[in-house]
């Protein structure tokens, strides 16, 4: 509560800016300075609480300064409370930035703008309780890649339960309807879940989600999808010091610059954290990400229809005092897809630091 401003810089080298394929021709290297300031600020105001958010920073390429952009992230969120257990939280933001050249596979630039609004409701307690959601997405693109726009309501309501002992388990039906105006494509997701919060012990948790996906489309050529979803994350202290989360998760991505339908993405993380002193951690972390596209050639013409991504990387963090922080992450990225095309792999390193205020 009450308001907190930070500032930093962040210092990038990526040896592969513009996602070329590294074996065939001989990738551009840059540094990219980024200088940023973020406000929070947070207010009770009688049984409900006011936050908001907003963090803006600007891209400076030192070489290839045609991509210098502007990057804005901003939150504005109340929980609004009745009842015994219960609350209301609205919600709505927007974030604005240059989008990577791997999901555009052209070298053209495309500033991409997220906008969000919604609301969640929510009566946990002991015993049956209710939960319902709804949100919009709205996502913009610079007009060469306008076919990208979108519009995607999402509307939730299930039943949970919760006892102590046990922890929560809620029963859900989500329905997403994502629109592609300019393409002329609605896609439609029906959900069926159960999800599951526990600490299995102090210094262990568990969250699980497992739903039946039903996907289909407007577009014949797109077609449809019917399978497994999940979302299950594992985190544990057990190590003293180090405390590891592994993630995985399968589930259905409606925005994307290379799908005019939909994707089918499966994630898999391991990330770790070792604190090294009360001043020092050190942390690491490895990805693996596989997308299907589901896509209507006669629309937009595209040549692939699967990739694999990997990320690996390590990550140092000293604080130098109450107000002063250093940070140092290294990461190696590779795609590789189904037909060969714009593949790419690459090294960045980032160094940033922050001060508050």
Not at 51 to 67: H, K, W
Not at 178 to 190: A, F, H, P, Q, V
Not at 197 to 208: G, M, W
Not at 294 to 320: C, E, V, W, Y
Request: hydrophobic share 35%; charged share 25%.
């Amino acid at each position: 509560m009450g308001l907190h401003a930070t500032a930093g810089i962040d210092l990038l080298y990526d040896d592969n800016v513009y996602r070329v394929d590294d074996q065939i021709e001989n990738p551009t290297k840059d540094i990219i300075v980024t200088p940023w300031a973020e406000l929070t600020y947070g207010k009770p105001i009688g049984r409900h609480d006011l936050l908001l958010r907003g963090r803006v920073g600007y891209d400076q390429f030192i070489s290839e300064g045609q991509r210098s952009k502007l990057r804005l992230d901003t939150e504005a969120k109340a929980v609004i409370r009745f009842g015994a257990t219960c609350s209301v939280t609205p919600l709505l933001s927007y974030r604005q930035q240059r989008a990577d050249y791997g999901d555009i596979n052209q070298q053209t630039e495309n500033l991409q703008r997220f906008a969000t609004f919604g609301a969640d409701l929510s009566c946990e307690r002991p015993g049956l309780f209710p939960v319902a959601s709804y949100r919009r997405d709205l996502t913009r693109n610079d007009d060469a890649f306008d076919f990208a726009d979108q519009t995607s309501d999402t509307y939730m309501a299930g039943i949970g339960y919760n006892m102590p002992s046990l922890g929560t388990l809620t029963a859900f039906y989500e329905r997403v309807n994502s629109d592609r105006k300019k393409l002329g494509i609605e896609n439609r997701t029906n959900s069926y879940g159960l999800r599951f919060k526990r600490e299995v012990s102090p210094i262990t948790q568990l969250d699980a989600e497992l739903r039946w996906l039903d996907v289909d489309s407007d577009s014949p050529a797109v077609g449809s999808y019917n399978g497994l979803g999940w979302d299950i994350s594992v985190s544990t202290g057990i190590v003293p010091r180090l405390k590891l989360t592994a993630t995985t998760e399968r589930s259905i991505v409606n925005d994307s610059l290379i799908a005019s339908g939909f994707a089918i993405r499966t994630r898999h993380r391991l990330a770790g954290e070792f604190a090294i002193s009360e001043l020092t951690s050190a942390g690491f972390y490895g990805e693996l990400e596989k997308r299907k596209f589901r896509q209507d050639a006669a629309l937009r013409p595209f040549s692939i229809t699967a990739d694999r991504n990997q990320r690996f990387g390590a990550m140092l963090k000293r604080k130098l005092s109450d107000r002063f922080d250093l940070s140092l992450d290294a990461q190696r990225y590779k795609r590789r897809t189904d037909t060969d095309v714009a593949e790419f792999s690459g090294t960045q390193v980032t160094l940033g630091a922050a001060i508050r205020f």
